[in-house]
């Protein structure tokens, strides 16, 4: 692929169903409305957030973040958080990370009775702590034994069990088309694949025929492509360009939540929708902060909210007085002081009708496989944020 693409002109036709998958689809026995999903992000996709983006709508199945298969089973306390849901939580995903095969069987058959309604496992994590003892990526490296494990899960539960990997380890060792069919092979309802090696880490561009190469080697289960879908456009050049039957998003939803409506509209119709404005945005800023707090409690809400409120400010416009108050965030009153404060602030940078004047608005994200070759741009790991913590090199 090369050329610089455009913003809201894509390579490829938009229009009703045409090359994009239907929008409902089929994993296993789980029919979903939608072709597009939440990728599951450790820290970020816990109940609020997954709340807040079906409300605005477009995805059916949510992930919720990686649980540890053996905590689970110890009924550890943050373990259950994790996997904390409820009625207008549906369909759930749970991905499950470890490498002891009856604790995964048996974490996948407590999922069930707990009514998820499917299981998805790590195979993507390059963290050091979770290869170590053989999960995340380490699942890549030995096609044989994961199969087995995979195969003993499938065989326990009736819901679904998916899958979720990089390209492979390293550019020397594409496992996944390998180990895509081999999973198919024991019952696996799906594959979701970050377009990526666990080298690579979140730099250089995603490889779309490295995901293509994972659709031509299963047989009939829908291959869902993953990495740097941050706009209707990536989407469509996604599924366009690999013949996925889906995509799955995760950093593109954190700073636009509306990223699937958008996007479902744009597929389905070939219609762009135009980013919500600021009021919605803060409408829906709001709605989160208030969920967190119904779920963890204000204290710990709070604490929660700081790290989530200055991802949707990254297209705020200038942000700078909302960011340095937002981040000490104590109590649920304080959030609408600061709001205050920062609507005043933010006026003099907007028009009459309260839209930012032209020079401060914001270009819309370019995915790094939607840019020229030799842009410095497509092999910068900022090119998408990657939160700072112990998973910023997921
Ligand atoms: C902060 C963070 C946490 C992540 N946590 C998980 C996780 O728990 N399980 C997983 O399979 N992938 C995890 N990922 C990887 C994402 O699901 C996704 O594959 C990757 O970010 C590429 O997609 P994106 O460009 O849409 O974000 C994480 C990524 C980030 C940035």
Known sequence: MGGNRTPGKSALPAGPFARYGPRMIRFGSLELKSNLFLSPLAGYTNLPFRLVVREIGGLDLCTTDLVNARSLLERNPK???LIESNDRDRPLAVQLFGSVPEEMRDAAQVLEAACVQSVDINMGCPVRKVCRVGGGSAMMTELGRTQQLVGMMVNAVKIPVTAKMRLGWDDDNLTAPDLARALEDVGVAAIFVHGRTREQGFTGRVKLDGIRRVVAAVRSIPVIGNGDVTTPEAAQ??????????????RGAFYDPWLFRRTRCFLDTGELLPEPPFAERIRI?????DLMVEVFGEKFGCIQFRKVAPWYAKRFGPASVFNKRIVRLERRAEFEEILALYIQWRAPFCDDAGALLPRYRLAPMIASFLQADDSPESTRREAIPVPRGPVEVW
Request: hydrophobic fraction near 45%; proline fraction near 0%.
């Open 79 to 81: 373990a259950l958080k």
């Open 237 to 250: 050049a996604m599924i366009g360009e690999t013949g996925c039957a889906g995509v799955s998003a995760g």
């Open 285 to 289: 800023l709001r709605r989160h902060l």
